[in-house]
């Protein structure tokens, strides 16, 4: 729906997890006929979580535990684990930082140096576990050190910032060519994010195996304040799922896949991006969460120690569960913090779908939450 | 309206019965010449209010004591009363337990079993009153212990989960044939909760007498977070009285009862409900808080101890008069939440209409609440 | 706009005031060259203001005052001033109540009969002042009490109930027959609340020379949450006026005036009341603001002491200044509650209309409030 | 969309910056390579913000700075500079006056006159600095002290009301004649506010070199309260930019600029006023967070005084850095008051503009904030 704010510009009107819900239709099912498991590659998973690469979610040792349960264990190569020797009093140092002088601080431990050895030592780790190995980069350090990456072997590349196009414009350095980089990888990409149905549209011609759809991060409030900028993830995930069909037929059949980013808070989010469309998801907040997560029930991103323009903070998020717990329960509380994958699988049987591809075309309807 | 959340969904608007409210038309009415009587099968009752089968709301006291003020009072038989000899303890245990530990108890305190000894002995407490007798079963349970409940002789039978469907998944155990099941039942089935017009009409197919609108339970915000489903009640009300319109005609007349059982926290969402299309509403909230009921000021619904995946909250709903002052008044606030008949009959009357199925045509409109 | 809620109900989007706001145009004037002057029979005021009839608003002292103010008192004839001798020491009591008891002492307080040497006593009173007189009774008091009234010597006479239609089924007593009843009186009648076109249409054709639009109260947020009934005054307004241009049609030119009554808590409010085409407004919350108010910094409405359903509250509005300071300043806040005539006077101004009936037709916009 | 708010109503959806969000395109560039330079006249400068004309905003001292930064100062030029020779102490006063004495001893500290002498020292003064001169007054005093002003030099004359119109009614004096006065002044007028296309179209038709939009200052909840006035601004600036595209064409090609002014509170909202069309933004509040304003630390308008009918009031605005902090960063916190023109450059760098005309046409959506 086209809307008019004023005389010289229109706009669309667009939708957030929270403006939405998905509803029953005539059947139902036992959870336990339900499917929640998911392919990319060669490789599947039985349940579409992968974790983000933030410091105070993907260690090595998480990685290699969500691999275990059957997620995908996605390492930050620009975080603590590839800057220090020794990250942990590092992590245990930005818990205890008083909330006025977090940012600051935060900023000066941001700028030790990446090195290459730490890269190759924190891959082999995870590699030797035997489960999947996924890294991520951001867009800009992608050329500096992928071919580290890719000699240290993993299984599948993330390249991930707040906003990535397949077409960037930059005086300062020679921009990296997505098409011809991905073209030239020999593992499968997964990049993002991109938040419409034209960034992902381009982002999948440049030969990704997947988009992450949304910013990169729980910073979506603070980036909305300090930029203007904001997508919601309810229509960005329909409309890259939208790019998906159409760039289906274009190339004659290729299925990129679609991976929400960001705003899933809880397991009903969860369920929701995967009904407007999403493949998978890729989860911050709700691993955070975890007993295991190196934030230790804190929670930040990239963003937030950004040297001039912090676009996040330091969240406390707490502590609700084991790893284990978080993804297959048992739940003691109804908030919607344990048990993602019980409560997937059992939003599926209440609306009687019994897979994911399937669950993507379950009825959704309009509904602004009364809190 | 069908609205486009991205290009690979669309979606309908639907409403809360905070989103609406009646409006008066040219013609009022003493509300002393208004009724508020309601028949279903046999039975005609003063008032179209059944309480709902929950621990916090029905014993066979508090279903003796409705039934006499002219309602129907629904037993569950899955809770308290049929797994102990003495209830009383246990739900006073449930009243006292603390916050955060209130859920991992309350799980442990249902896992006693269920017992047919005292099925047959509540329902023949509540016979031996003379009134009528309901009793409800979850659909999981109805072939295990529907053949006690009949012989132990009931009036109208009610199958209640949070989403009942005519055509049930599942390869654990043979399902429930809703329509096999009420054909050989010689009495009246009331069924639900469906929350659409799909669900809805496909449950009148099977021969039910009435059905359920909504979830079962107070519990649609943890359900919304949890599951990420949500049928906002006055939608959902209206959709399922557009199914009894047209089932009417498909089965050359056969009525269904249209029964809206949650979201209905005062005396205005019980007139918004019958002002949707329902012919009767089940309450849970709004007799919970009557001093007889068993919560003792406290109410939760069976999702509330789901083993694995708990969906609602024990709630303080507090206590604000006798059974026979919440239906009938005087009420001494203008909270709603006392003289539950009276506002209906006023509600009616204020607006010129003089029986229940009349006011079903009352004018509605869209004014989202400015708290 | 007409809305499906669901597949057996419209609805249409209705507004109240905070939904809008008003907008300047190409032209521009000073406040002084501005008139708010009212018309209504052979009385003119200098400002668009009634009363309203509440005891907490207008007691014979402080309709003189209005009138002295060039506003309009008018006194309700059912509270304290025609119950007892000595109203005050009732009206402390009130002030006094803790909150709890509030509404159970009130429904005591208000069972004292209604007086006819009182009536005449409070009327005369105001009369010797040389003000104009105007006095308020329930539709069901009005063929009680209305001779005594019209005896007294009244200017102009108001029925003000919560719903009043042109046509009132009853079974208890014979209804009062409106259309009669005014063609018989002597001096031009108000009567209302209605809420809706047709409602008001009836009420016009009954030969009344003003209409109150509104529930006659500032009772909106109970009657919807007990009653669930509401009417948003923007709409309400905007309605009636169109049932005044109407009937100024049918009737071949007879102007029935529109007077807003609720939902009017501040300057804005009522510069919205008119714009959306009413003449007059009515005034409770804001005169129950005026040191020499009766309430005394407190505010209630008959509804809040009926007996068997009460739908409002005693609530605490506070002291802003004398009644000359409330209508024409100066102010020393922003909030709206003071200077009410100049904050109109003002408006117009900045819009650049000149007097009230031009002031109707004002561009309005449509503009949740961000507070 | 026209909506019916009644029958004798229709009104206009409008949209404030809070509704609106902007999104990426399929291109992204380095902020290095974006331009935020503006020009307006003969002037070009670094960044499009102007400093609002008001006591607790520009000081000469800060109109100054801004300058050499590479904004534009207006010093407004009947605040306590111009009144008072020692205006220190008035600043020190009205910052610690208590809440409830704030808006009575305000009215009386602005009651003293304005003084020539003062004019002319203080513009002297920011001219003496090297940076463009630019000053305001009301419409009320423009024909009283331009002549005084003019003499004095200044590079751009500001006249600024909280509503001006082309076309001003009055019998008390002889109305500004804009058109006149702006065809015989030799320097460049910049005049406003307005806030919707036909009074934007008529100041420009009066000859000035660019229009404010919006009201004057922070008041907007006041003045809603108030005068049940409120323009959003999203929907103002998009309007007036459509004035500006069609005088453009009626003018045969005079470019008048669009300047937003009021509810720019961090830069978000800045980078959504440049969205929405406007070539340049009048900062209050987020300069008067500098440690230079001579607010220090509060913020306040000529509404706040208004003699009769105050609406605004002081309020507490807190400081977050240096003018060159909030211009240029570096920021330490993620709420869009620290370096505003690096999040307008990362925003147009990220959504792939490259300067502030191009950026214009940024796609825009309504997203109502789920704080």
Chains 1, 2, 3, 4 share one sequence.
Do not use: C
């Amino acid at each position: 729906m086209d809307l008019e704010i004023g005389r010289a510009k229109r706009a669309r009107r667009v939708y957030a997890f929270d403006d939405v819900a998905i509803v029953p239709s005539r059947r139902t099912r036992d959870p336990e006929v339900v499917s929640t498991s998911w392919t990319i590659d060669a490789y599947t998973f039985a349940v579409p979580f992968l974790s983000a690469p933030m410091d105070s979610v993907t260690s090595p040792a998480t990685a290699i535990e969500i691999g275990r349960l059957g997620g995908l264990g996605v390492l930050g190569l620009e975080g603590v684990w590839t800057r220090y020797d020794e990250p942990e009093p590092v992590l245990a140092e930005i818990r205890e930082l008083p909330e006025d002088e977090a940012t600051t601080r935060m900023q000066e431990l941001y700028r030790a140096p990446i090195r290459e050895d730490l890269i190759r030592q924190r891959l082999a780790e995870v590699r030797a576990a035997g489960v999947p190995v996924a890294a991520a980069l951001s867009p800009q350090r992608t050329q500096e050190f992928s071919s580290v990456v890719v000699d240290a072997g993993v299984d599948l590349f993330v390249i991930r910032g707040t906003t990535v196009s397949a077409e960037h414009v930059s005086k300062a350095s020679e921009p990296l060519d997505l098409k011809r980089f991905i073209y030239e990888l020999d593992v499968p990409v997964i990049v993002g994010g991109a938040a419409t149905y034209t960034a992902a549209l381009h982002l999948m011609r440049t030969g990704a195996a997947g988009v992450l759809v949304g910013f990169g991060g729980g910073a979506a409030t603070t980036t909305r304040t300090s930029l203007g900028i904001h997508a919601p993830m309810a229509t960005a995930v329909a409309d890259v799922a939208g790019a998906r069909r159409d760039y289906l037929d274009e190339s004659g059949g290729r299925y990129v896949h679609v991976i929400a980013d960001g705003g899933l808070g809880n397991s009903g989010d969860i369920v929701k991006a995967i009904a407007m469309g999403a493949d998978a998801v890729m989860l911050g907040t709700t691993f955070a969460r975890a007993t295991e997560a190196p934030g230790g029930g804190w929670h930040w991103g990239l963003e937030a120690h950004h040297d001039q323009l912090p676009r996040g903070r330091r969240v406390r998020v707490g502590q609700v569960g084991s790893l284990e717990e978080v993804l297959f329960g048992p739940a003691h509380s109804p908030d919607g913090t344990v048990n993602l994958a019980g409560a997937l699988r059992r939003s599926m049987a209440t609306t009687g779908y019994s897979d994911l591809k399937e669950f993507q075309r379950v009825e959704v309807v309009v509904a602004p939450y009364h809190a």
